[in-house]
C-alpha cells in the first residue's frame, strides 16, 4: 500500500470516525440550546394562557 492510499485511509476513518459523530452532537445541541433560549424568552410553545 503507498503512502497516499494510507494518508487517504487514514483521512477517511478520521472524517467518519471522529468529525462527523462530533459535529452531529455540535449541531442537535446547539438546535437544542436555541429551542431552550427561545422558550426561555417566550415561553413554552401553545396556546396563551386564559
Do not use: C, D, S, Y
Request: glycine share 8%; aromatic share 10%; proline share 10%.
Amino acid at each position: 500500500m503507498n503512502t497516499e492510499k494510507k494518508r487517504e485511509l487514514l483521512t477517511f476513518t478520521f472524517l467518519a470516525l471522529v468529525l462527523v459523530p462530533v459535529l452531529a452532537v455540535i449541531v442537535v445541541a446547539g438546535f437544542g440550546f436555541a429551542v431552550w433560549m427561545v422558550q426561555l424568552v417566550a415561553g413554552p410553545p401553545g396556546p396563551p394562557a386564559a
